[in-house]
């Protein structure tokens, strides 16, 4: 087990000081002729003070780059460019758009089909009793709303007439009451 005190700690800080001001040697050389081609003197403190300049600068460049360009508006979370209402209604919109846009495919590809003459018409031969039940039961419905509006259209003509006979009776009633007054 570690056992830590102060006077091991202190021990270490002053080793590790002392070697962050350590001087260390950096050569590059031209490997074809040996000459050393750059030298450098570096310290560990002066490497650490590099690297961490060169990532702060990058952390604000990208910050820079992407609060003051349009790339802020593909950052998740961004509400500033469309709110919420907004963007419901379009997206309604673009499904409607696609339903039509499916519909007139549809639609373009069914009349490809009738020019060409590749029409497959279903043989109604093999329609089982409960289709064809189903199909007589759907005509009967269809004729009932039909004979029903008919009826309704019958009886609004009898309404509009009435109300035309009553219109003309109250004529009369004015004219009558006017002969009596006079």
Known sequence: MFHFSIERLRSYYRKLAKNLNAPYRLIVSNEENGASALDFILTKRSVYILFSSVFVALF???????FYTP???????NQQSISRTEMIRIQKACDSLIQLNKTRELFVSNLLMVSSGKVATPDTTLLSDIEIQKALQHI????????????????????LD?????????????????DIHE
């Open 60 to 66: 604000i460049f990208y910050s820079v780059v992407i």
């Open 140 to 159: 009967e419905t269809s004729i009932d709303k039909a004979s029903n509006y008919e009826y309704l259209k019958v009886e609004q003509q009898k309404r």
């Open 71 to 77: 790339l802020k508006y593909y950052v998740p979370g």
């Open 162 to 178: 009435s109300l035309k006979l009553a219109e003309a009776n109250k004529d009369n009633l004015l004219i009558k009451d006017s």
